[in-house]
């Protein structure tokens, strides 16, 4: 057998150990967590059985050494089923990819490598005084003489409370300005982290609740890149994964929408006229139009993904294409939500019953808070279309 084809198979058997996970555990579980807001810790212990969690880390470091390609497929499909778990799963890859790109050996073997590869990291970033900028903090961390002391409250954390560690931005010690940040890794067994309660609209099992770290203990070890390093890395590290993933189960939730529309409306007849609803032309239009619009975000997708792996092996800030990679995720989170809405049009009485189209119509309208929200990103890409800077940190730009 050829290179090429070994490394076919060898791919097509990694995406087996995926899809068996999504279909046995992912998708079984989806209902049950929506309404009972439960954390979908079964479904994220299956991915990481899987190797799935650990998709961009080294084999050196227990990972699967695969591409940001397979893990944009890999949120995408899991979103077709549940986004809770898809958007619980990004945070994840995200967080564990800033460690990849700006943390040492002694973090990667402790949080990426340790327990198999099982520990459960995510990102906490937003705080309420700045709202939507999320990259934008009070807080400001303390020093306790080599090490640091953590004081903040962030507003919403994907896995609040149950993650086994946070990559928590905050201000360094002593900032000199609101661009002097810097960021740590949080053990989430560490005493002083207090979770608030996440009750919302959609993605119920996500958790994405407050969270007050009071008095955190950091070891100095557990600083992720230098101090003040922190704009660099919010560029570079936190946002080209998460924005690539979130679009990507945004476009899972879309096609999962479609997908139940189209086997409700082939399979359900209406006996007065012996017509199944996709035997009437103004259902089909509708799918139709809801198909092109999920068609248009794969292309994309890998467009940006195959970019983001070529900066990488490069060496180069992957924020060379951040605007690129906001306007995928602002057009994926239209995408689902126009989708949504289809699908419940089409469906009826069926669709807005409690169900996964129900829900995709839910947990879709989360695409557009979720920060840059779309408001924001919209304005992002106008500055930049008309050669305006973006103002993230200063008024009037950098």
Same mark, same amino acid.
């Given at each position: 057998?050829?290179?090429?084809?070994?490394?076919?198979v060898?791919?097509?058997?990694?995406?087996?150990?995926?899809?068996?996970?999504?279909?046995?555990?992912?998708?079984?579980?989806?209902?049950?967590?929506?309404?009972?807001?439960?954390?979908?810790?079964?479904?994220?212990?299956?991915?990481?059985?899987?190797?799935?969690?650990?998709?961009?880390?080294?084999?050196?470091?227990?990972?699967?050494?695969?591409?940001?390609?397979?893990?944009?497929?890999?949120?995408?499909?899991?979103g077709?089923?549940d986004?809770s778990?898809?958007?619980?799963?990004v945070?994840?890859?995200?967080?564990?990819?800033?460690?990849?790109?700006?943390?040492?050996?002694?973090?990667?073997?402790r949080?990426?490598?340790?327990?198999?590869?099982?520990?459960?990291?995510?990102?906490?970033?937003?705080?309420?005084?700045?709202?939507?900028?999320?990259?934008?903090?009070?807080?400001?961390?303390?020093?306790?003489?080599?090490?640091?002391?953590?004081n903040?409250?962030?507003?919403?954390?994907?896995s609040?409370?149950?993650?086994?560690?946070?990559?928590?931005?905050?201000r360094?010690?002593?900032?000199?300005d609101?661009?002097?940040?810097?960021?740590?890794?949080?053990?989430?067994?560490?005493?002083?982290?207090?979770?608030?309660?996440?009750?919302?609209l959609?993605v119920?099992?996500?958790?994405?609740?407050? &969270?007050? $770290?009071? =008095? @955190?203990?950091?070891?100095?070890?557990?600083? %992720? #890149? !230098?101090e003040?390093?922190?704009?660099? &890395?919010? $560029?570079? =590290? @936190?946002?080209?994964?998460?924005?690539?993933? %979130? #679009? !990507?189960?945004?476009?899972g939730?879309?096609?999962?929408?479609?997908?139940?529309?189209?086997?409700?409306?082939?399979?359900?007849?209406?006996?007065?006229?012996?017509?199944?609803?996709?035997?009437?032309?103004?259902?089909?239009?509708?799918?139709?139009?809801?198909?092109?619009?999920?068609?248009?975000?794969?292309?994309?997708?890998?467009e940006?993904?195959?970019?983001?792996?070529e900066?990488?092996?490069?060496g180069?800030?992957?924020?060379?294409?951040?605007?690129?990679?906001?306007?995928?995720?602002?057009?994926?989170?239209?995408?689902?939500?126009?989708?949504?809405?289809a699908?419940?049009?089409?469906?009826?009485?069926?669709?807005?019953?409690?169900?996964?189209?129900?829900?995709?119509?839910?947990?879709?309208?989360?695409a557009?808070?979720?920060?840059?929200?779309n408001?924001?990103?919209?304005?992002w890409?106008?500055?930049?279309?008309?050669?305006?800077?973006?103002?993230l940190?200063?008024e009037?730009g950098e």
């Open positions: 057998m050829s290179k090429d084809n070994l490394a076919r060898a791919q097509d058997d990694i995406y087996s150990s995926l899809d068996r996970a999504i279909e046995t555990t992912v998708k079984l579980h989806a209902e049950r967590n929506d309404l009972e807001g439960r954390f979908p810790r079964e479904n994220l212990q299956a991915l990481a059985a899987a190797g799935w969690t650990g998709v961009l880390n080294e084999l050196r470091f227990g990972g699967l050494g695969l591409s940001h390609g397979d893990f944009a497929e890999a949120a995408y499909r899991i077709q089923h986004a778990t898809g958007l619980v799963y945070m994840h890859v995200g967080a564990a990819q800033t460690i990849n790109l700006f943390g040492n050996d002694d973090q990667k073997e949080w990426l490598k340790a327990k198999g590869g099982t520990l459960l990291g995510t990102y906490s970033t937003s705080e309420r005084a700045s709202g939507g900028h999320w990259w934008y903090n009070f807080s400001e961390a303390g020093r306790d003489g080599e090490n640091y002391v953590l903040a409250e962030k507003s919403f954390t994907t609040s409370g149950q993650a086994d560690f946070y990559v928590v931005q905050t360094s010690p002593g900032a000199k609101q661009t002097d940040i810097s960021f740590f890794i949080v053990d989430g067994k560490a005493a002083g982290i207090l979770p608030g309660r996440w009750d919302a959609g119920k099992g996500n958790h994405s609740g407050p &969270i007050r $770290y009071a =008095g @955190v203990k950091i070891p100095s070890r557990d600083r %992720l #890149g !230098a003040g390093q922190g704009k660099e &890395i919010i $560029y570079d =590290g @936190v946002s080209p994964a998460y924005l690539i993933g %979130l #679009g !990507a189960v945004w476009e939730v879309a096609r999962g929408a479609l997908n139940a529309a189209v086997a409700h409306t082939s399979s359900f007849v209406h006996k007065d006229k012996n017509k199944n609803l996709s035997d009437y032309q103004a259902i089909r239009q509708e799918l139709g139009a809801a198909k092109v619009l999920v068609e248009t975000l794969r292309p994309w997708r890998n940006l993904a195959a970019k983001l792996d900066l990488w092996r490069a180069k800030p992957q924020s060379e294409i951040l605007i690129p990679l906001t306007e995928f995720k602002v057009h994926a989170a239209e995408v689902a939500n126009k989708v949504a809405a699908a419940l049009t089409v469906t009826g009485g069926y669709g807005y019953r409690r169900g996964p189209i129900e829900r995709s119509f839910r947990d879709a309208r989360a557009i808070a979720m920060g840059p929200s408001v924001i990103a919209r304005d890409i106008g500055k930049s279309l008309v050669g305006l800077p973006l103002e940190f200063y009037g």
